[in-house]
């Protein structure tokens, strides 16, 4: 009983909140071996579905396009955040600094179907405008997720940029290097280990 008694309530909402999450995770990866067609029906341990999916072209050409998406938007994200991030740290007073915060806050701030019609529309009436996109496909996919991930990099990073001493770079520099070589081997450790991450983060929404 005094074990009980020691264990917090937020403790015990952790655990709920965890096992609803992947619970059905868990169901749903063992009525994939189910050999019924019906779901609610178990007919016995099979892996036919799984040799069905292999079968079909169409599905495994949509998985194929969505990882390379995933990849050039995650990668592209990736650049675009961390630039960002050390623009906002470093150059503390430039003219339109609130105007590019507001524009990397702003797709954090909204939701992702208002960030989609809106640059639905964009793409329409560009493609009215000046001719292009001609039409919406992998392209205009794939800047979408740039715009949505990029956002979360800058944050991530620029959280991270925040915590570096500025004395190792301009020690670096006194030493003679320059500032390209100073940026890469002082920031390569912080930086990108958080970057590489958001590589993860940035595919997984469309593997999922």
Known sequence: MGKLRNVSFSTVML?????FLYIPMVILIIYS???????????GFSTRWYFELLKDQQLLSA???SLRIAFYSATMAVCIGTLAAFVMTRFRRFRGRTMLS??????LVMPEVIT??????????MAQIIGWPADRGMVTIWIAHTTFCSAYVA????????E???SIEEAAMDLGATPFKTFFPDHHSCDYTRADCWLVVGI???IG
């Open 164 to 166: 570096l001493d500025l």
């Open 102 to 107: 507001s524009m990397i806050t702003a797709p």
């Open 204 to 206: 997984y929404p469309f």
């Open 116 to 125: 989609g019609l809106s640059l639905l529309l964009l793409f329409v009436h």
């Open 155 to 162: 944050v991530v990073v620029s959280s991270r940029l925040r």
């Open 63 to 65: 998985v194929w396009m």
């Open 33 to 43: 071996f189910n050999a019924s067609r019906l779901v609610t029906v178990w007919g």
């Open 15 to 19: 655990v709920l909140g965890l096992l």
